[in-house]
């Protein structure tokens, strides 16, 4: 046999053995091997612990603007978005029947008062009557009881005194009646008045006109809404919070708004007021933020969402919270030590949402800690070996 020959015999069982042993060696630093994990240190963090809501913006004062009196609308002085003044015109009505009203409860209160006038010429009339009949009455009975005059004359005085103070009565009477036609009358003027006043819709409180519900010709009748009307003062979002975490909120917790129609902007907030009863479906539980300072511009009903921030500590020990596991009912970590695996208790603080948590004992910040996917470090064993790897 040639020398070629009999090489190329001995090369290819070698060449097998190497494929072989290579193999080997692949899946024993692999899938045989050691498991693979990533490693930290702990470190100082700055953490905020946030809850999460989400809902809609309004706004806790909203006025209804309408008409007292029914009639057919005739301007409108503002539109949706403008912003108003209290006691501003926003509208008015069609008011020439009432003016006319006006004029004619202004006429009978003239006509009430020219009764007065007239009573009151007559009660004084009747007074002077009354008292030179009772003067003269005086006289003659004096004279008839001296037998100066006859006793019929005397009663003649007496009888005119008496006719003079029924008249006096009689024009007290009427003067008191044309007294209460005049108030009547008064008051229709003040009635009819107010209702000329009406027809000029007034804003009745500052704000901003959020919608307009009817156009000039409309018949208005009283209650009607013409107006939408918002306090900007007191818009806030109306969050929904799972009230699991209810109890780590409170009223003047800071929190940030993140507004649908600007998701890239954060607006500051506080928590103003929370509800006291929750939805028993969702669970959840509305948590009023106001906008702090006030939303100059805003849309009722807008989507957003709120972080509300319940704590927040200043360079505190942290770790990835992909970190810690749960075994036998203890929170800890896996530390490495010469690539074995060894299990630590550790006590736990708050929890940003950037995925880190404060770490308040049980380790000192020297230790190696491994991180590996959450189903195998929940199989990991004190003692395991392991590889570091990126």
């Known amino acids: 046999m040639k020398p070629a020959t009999r090489l190329a015999k001995i090369k290819k069982p070698l060449l097998w053995l190497a494929v072989v042993v290579a193999v080997a060696i692949l899946l024993r630093l692999t899938i045989l091997g050691p498991p693979k994990v990533r490693v930290f240190q702990m470190e100082k963090r700055d953490l905020v612990a946030q809850v999460y809501g989400n809902g809609t913006v309004e706004a806790k004062v909203t006025v209804k603007v309408a008409s007292k009196i029914t009639g057919r609308l005739l301007t409108l002085a503002v539109d949706q978005g403008d912003t108003v003044q209290r006691g501003q015109v926003l509208a008015s009505l069609d008011d020439s029947e009432l003016r006319d009203q006006m004029q004619q409860a202004a006429a009978n209160v003239d006509k009430a008062r020219a009764l007065v006038a007239v009573a009151s010429a007559s009660l004084r009339k009747g007074r002077a009557t009354l008292d030179l009949a009772e003067k003269n009455a005086q006289r003659f009975a004096g004279l008839a009881a001296k037998d100066l005059v006859a006793a019929q004359e005397g009663e003649q005085y007496t009888t005119a005194m008496q006719v003079a ?3 006096v009565t009689q024009a ?17 003027l003040g009635a009819s008045t107010a209702r000329l006043a009406d027809a000029l819709i007034l804003a009745p409180i500052d704000g901003i006109i959020i919608r307009r519900d009817l156009e000039p010709g409309a018949t208005v009748t009283a209650g009607l809404s013409i107006f939408q009307l918002a306090d900007p003062q007191t818009v806030w979002l109306e969050a929904n919070v799972d009230e699991a975490l209810l109890k780590m909120i409170a009223p003047g917790q800071g929190a940030a708004i993140t507004l649908r129609s600007a998701p890239a902007a954060q607006l500051p907030g506080q928590v103003a007021r929370i509800g006291r009863e929750s939805d028993r479906v969702t669970e959840e539980l509305e948590v009023d933020v106001a906008f702090v300072p006030p939303l100059a511009a805003f849309h009722i009903g807008e989507q957003a969402d709120v972080l509300i921030t319940i704590s927040s500590k200043q360079g505190v020990p942290a770790l990835p919270w992909a970190v810690v596991v749960n075994r036998e009912g203890e929170r800890g970590v896996w530390i490495v030590e010469k690539s074995c695996l060894q299990f630590k208790p550790i006590s736990l603080g708050i929890e940003d949402r950037l995925g880190f948590v404060e770490v308040t004992a049980g380790l000192d910040g020297l230790e190696t800690i491994a991180l590996a996917p959450a189903d195998k470090m929940q199989k990991f064993t004190n003692g395991q070996r392991v590889r570091v790897g990126k």
């Open 172 to 188: 007290t009477a009427t003067i008191d009646a044309a007294k209460r036609e005049e108030a009547a009358a008064q008051a229709a």
């Open 165 to 167: 103070r029924e008249e």
